[in-house]
């Protein structure tokens, strides 16, 4: 056996937080460290593997040769195995090669804690440091002004490799050419987030990175992990935040990742009912765990903390609070209460909530959560769960509905818009158009508007501009800032081509002005999650299909009024009642030229008259364009 020389990171107390599930930041003890040992440069490893007789170390180095570097496990029960080899460092590929007391079950892994690993198919980790250095200083001393509740908080969704290609090579931008070309982009479309679908490193390419293997380590795909840290760095640099997808809900079978790590269920739920997905063919991991727990927290701990990342959106977590989510029954077993919450994965989702604020109070983390689960987005010292936000999936799916509907037929389903405002101040609202709702047949959204092609796009305007109006942060994935035609296809390019075109270019003059007036107008974002951020003037204008509201900011005179017309049909001298007397300006109208409108139904400067309307002592008359809609101002 080749000379590996017992050594260890990891002290007593770091044993017990391990133990207790408490350990937030694994990362600085297990995987794989360069130091220097007694003079001699090295590589200390260190795995969990209570369940194995022994673990090799086994990589290009020894020709992957099974004994040759065998690691010591600890003496205190632990079950970590871990040892120095001297004279390999960075760039060395490994796994380990885990024999199991389980039968002689023997298996080889990837590192879970690896830093990096091999470009898809192949399936090594490689032994890595890096020692960027970081300029986004400026970013990170103001950012929790960036990142509040009650800021404009404008997120563009991304899958890095389909946004843009390289077409005469046929292949997805590098992180580096993504820190100019994408970070200018964004910029330019005054967003003020990016979010990216999973970085983290995965096998399958169809999975778009929702099946995950290698949770330390940005997919090598579009480079290495201090190209990523250039991609984030550029996007703080300009202005940008960046949040993070992470998938703590489920992971893959494959052979070299986390299940049956050590010939036993270590990461996942031994009870099939509780560890298995049967609508991804995936395991779910042992919340009850305490070392899984430690693993899990320690990996969102560590995105924030090496990556400069300004929040994490939390995939798939309806599927984590419910025991018989997406089973029938038999398929699942009450809790110790007889109810159908899954206990373990509710402290857990706490824990990790409060850990990260905790460590980083000026970051968010985001629910992707579907149910009517209470306190989503509620402070864990009141009973909540402990996220900043939640994505609003009734609000995404009921207004999708509507305007999928011929306007028509709109005046009897006015209900489907209005009823979002009975629940909107229920939790942190996001408002999303994600990835989800552009793929497997649903269409693109604007192939979900109904009428002519000058309908179809003035009803994509009118949706954008009543979802940036109305109260909650903002979510839009690639390709729906210019109206893209096609569904989403993970394989291609957006269509960036339709840009040509000035129907299209007018959605993308509409999206860029939109998030101008989001992060200008106070009313629009410092009480976008408060009831009195919002009051209806008239929401019962079914038959003529017209909303007309107010966002409310800390000022009566920063008050915007919003009126939208859902039909084709425009509303000229249309009365409104306002909340107080004095002159409007209109300082939006999705109608306008530079859109691809009609520029035949602007408002100029509007003098209210003592003439009861709506309830109100004053009013106005405003013009509507058709499937439009105007936001009005007191100046």
Not at 387 to 404: E, P, R, S, V
Request: aromatic content about 14%.
């Amino acid at each position: 056996m080749a000379h590996v020389t017992s050594h260890s990171l990891f002290t007593d107390f770091d044993i017990g937080l391990f133990k207790s599930g408490k350990h937030y930041r694994l990362y600085q003890k297990f995987g794989s460290h360069c130091i220097t040992l007694g003079g001699i440069k090295g590589t200390y490893f260190a795995v969990w593997a209570p369940s194995a007789k022994s673990v090799s170390v086994i990589g290009d180095f020894n020709f992957w040769t099974d004994g040759k570097h065998q690691l010591n496990v600890r003496w205190d029960e632990s079950g970590i195995w871990e040892g120095f080899i001297p004279n390999i460092g960075k760039g060395t590929v490994y796994k380990y090669k885990i024999e199991s007391n389980h039968n002689g079950i023997i298996t080889e892994k990837a590192d879970p804690y690896g830093r990096r690993c091999e470009h898809p198919p192949a399936t090594a980790s490689i032994v890595w440091n890096d020692n960027y250095n970081w300029k986004d200083k400026k970013w990170m001393k103001k950012r929790k002004t960036k990142n509040s509740l009650d800021a404009p908080y404008s997120v563009y969704e991304v899958h890095l490799g389909s946004w843009k290609k390289k077409m005469d090579e046929n292949r997805s931008l590098s992180y580096t050419e993504l820190s100019e070309e994408l970070v200018a982009y964004v910029k330019d479309m005054n967003f003020t987030h990016v979010e990216l679908m999973p970085v983290m490193e995965y096998p399958y390419d169809p999975s778009w990175g929702y099946q995950i293997t290698g949770y330390f380590a940005p997919t090598s795909r579009y480079g290495y992990p201090e190209e990523f840290k250039l991609l984030v760095d550029k996007l703080h640099q300009n202005d940008i935040g960046i949040i993070l997808d992470w998938v703590p809900s489920h992971f893959p079978e494959d052979g070299h990742g986390l299940g049956f790590f050590d010939g036993s269920n270590l990461y996942e739920h031994p009870d099939r009912r509780k560890g298995y997905h049967q609508d991804w063919t995936s395991l779910i991991f042992n919340y009850g765990r305490n070392e899984v727990k430690s693993f899990l927290i320690s990996n969102a701990i560590f995105w924030l903390d090496q990556y400069h990342a300004d929040g994490i959106r939390v995939d798939a977590v309806a599927s984590m609070l419910f025991l018989d989510y997406s089973r029938d029954e038999g398929q699942w077993e009450p809790n110790m209460f007889g109810g159908r919450e899954n206990l373990e994965a509710i402290s857990f989702l706490r824990e990790m909530n409060e850990a990260v604020y905790s460590a980083f109070p000026d970051v968010q983390t985001i629910a992707e959560e579907s149910t009517a689960f209470p306190m989503v987005s509620k402070p864990t010292s009141v009973g909540g769960l402990g996220f900043g936000m939640k994505w609003m999936m009734g609000w995404m799916h009921d207004t999708l509905d509507y305007f999928a509907k011929p306007p028509i037929y709109r005046k009897h389903h006015q209900n489907d818009l209005t009823f979002s405002m009975t629940y909107a101040f229920s939790e942190n609202f996001m408002l999303p158009l994600s990835h989800d709702e552009v793929v497997y047949g649903k269409r693109s959204i604007l192939g979900r508007m109904p009428g002519d092609e000058w309908q179809s796009f003035a009803n994509l305007r009118l949706l954008y501009g009543y979802m940036f109006t109305h109260p909650g942060t903002k979510l839009l994935f690639q390709g729906l800032e210019f109206g893209q035609s096609n569904e989403w296809n993970f394989k291609e390019s957006l269509d960036w081509y339709l840009l040509k075109d000035n129907t299209h270019k007018g959605i993308q003059s509409l999206i860029r002005d939109l998030n101008i007036l989001y992060k200008k107008e106070a009313a629009l974002h410092e009480k976008q999650f408060l009831n009195e951020g919002f009051e209806w003037i008239d929401f019962s204008d079914a038959e003529n299909s017209v909303l007309v509201y107010i966002r409310k900011s800390d000022e009566a005179n920063k008050d915007l009024i919003i009126a939208a017309n859902m039909t084709p049909v425009p509303r000229e001298k249309y009365q409104i009642g306002v909340p107080i007397k004095g002159k409007l300006k209109e300082i939006f109208n999705s109608d306008l030229k530079k859109y691809n409108g009609t520029g035949a139904y602007k408002n100029r400067q509007k003098t209210t008259r003592k003439k009861p309307y709506h309830y109100r002592d004053n009013s106005i008359e405003i013009n509507i364009p058709p499937l439009g809609m105007v936001v009005l101002k007191y100046v």
